[in-house]
């Protein structure tokens, strides 16, 4: 603590009151590496005792840190150990029960969200994988607060194309059983490709392999904070304005390690990594698109989008880099269409499609995120479509990810709407040619040539 104290937020109050700056989340880390049982109901006591008792003052500290600091933390959250490997200790034929204990435990603890009913595929189905895959639909349609996740793929493994055609057809199922509230259980699914251990962020948080027994991680965020920083600079050169980006960022995230690391000290547990991803929200004021129009663009998904968010991308996690040692997870911009109403807004307009913004993944940190499309799309194109993105992470060496939401019933230029944060979709149009004989080869697309460097 010795180099941080509240001298070195103060400068942001402006940046809270009238900026949108927050404390997206404090997220908990939690191993159940140590728990097992060949029956899945002792299994899911098991993981609902640990979990409530090391997740008991989560939010109660958050809420403290809160008042005493004067900063917004939106959400206190869980991440566990991906529950595939968990649940291959039982021999149960879903993991739905596992689920729902999680979703007990996070009404107790009072989070908002738990992350970690998940698998890594990525070279191919271990034992319990395909049991949580499955699970998936139930799982999400019966719970509030848990979100899955399931990484298909990497740079050092290639890309699984069997796990890709099944994961259309789970999100087509999740999109059906959860119909009566927008297909909203999709919105709690996100399909990966290098995903990182230490992730913060719903719906992708789980607790890795090599994380210690407990951890805290941070996730911070603050469009309309650089969006104002560089309106106030006028019109400058580019390089000028990276530097103004990069010079936000450090507070932000200097703010960031003074909440991870009172938190870390009241829970006595070790403090993680700060994610300084520039998360956006529904509001007026906190849109990563209106950040890219502030620098030149007359609209998100014009010429030149690409461009700006490249540069918004390395100059926020240099700034995070020079503030903390500690910077992880993703860090980076965020473009998840609804929750940003910039975004929404090009999306009407027409100026942002779904080929201009699979573009834009390949230089920001994440993917094809919050994206609705018409409820008649086949599992075949929604796999089609995660196969691409997740082809430019491998490809790029970098995390891309899919959250895509078929909304059962509507159609192109219709919204559905999921409330809070994750905002409302404008459904997108998507290609319907098929690319079903591609998905149904099945087998593994081999990793490229430069992941062998040593």
Known sequence: MAMINTGDILETIQMIEEEHLDIRTITMGISLRDLASDDV???????????????????????????ELGIPIIHKRISVTPIA?????????????????????????????????????????????????????????????????????????????????????????????????????????????????????????????GEPETVIN??????????????????????????????????ITRMGQLVGTLASERLGVPFGIVDLSLAPTPAIGDSVARILEEVGLETCGGCGTTAILAMLNDAVKKGGVMASSSVGGLSGAFIPVSEDEGMIAAVQQGALCMEKLEAMTAVCSVGIDMVAVPGDTTAEVISGLIADEIAIGVVNNKTTAVRVIPAVGKQVGEIVEFGGLLGSAPIMPISTKSPAKFIHRGGRIPAPIHSLKN
Do not use: W
């Open 41 to 67: 109901q002792v299994l899911s006591d098991k993981i609902y005792d640990k979990v409530t008792r090391r997740a008991e003052k989560l939010v109660k500290t958050g809420e403290q840190i809160e008042r």
């Open 218 to 251: 941070v996730g911070v965020s603050g469009p309309g904070v650089v969006q104002a920083a560089i309106k106030r600079a006028g019109d400058c050169p580019i390089n000028e304005v990276a530097e103004i980006i990069k010079k936000t960022a450090f507070k």
């Open 85 to 209: 490997m968990i649940g291959a200790t039982t021999n149960a034929t879903s993991y739905v029960p596992i689920a729902q204990a999680l979703d007990r435990a996070a009404e107790t603890t009072g989070v908002n969200f738990v992350g970690g009913f998940s698998a890594l595929v990525q070279k191919g189905f271990a034992k319990g994988d395909e049991i949580l895959i499955q699970s998936i639909p139930e799982a999400l349609a019966t719970t509030n607060c848990v979100c899955s996740s399931v990484n298909v793929a990497s740079t050092k493994a290639g890309i699984n194309l069997d796990a890709i055609g099944l994961m259309g057809r789970v999100i087509k199922q999740t999109a059906e059983i959860t119909k009566d509230n927008g297909s909203m259980g999709c919105a709690k699914l996100v399909v990966f490709a290098n995903a990182v251990d230490d992730n913060p962020f719903m719906a992708g948080a789980f607790h890795g392999i």
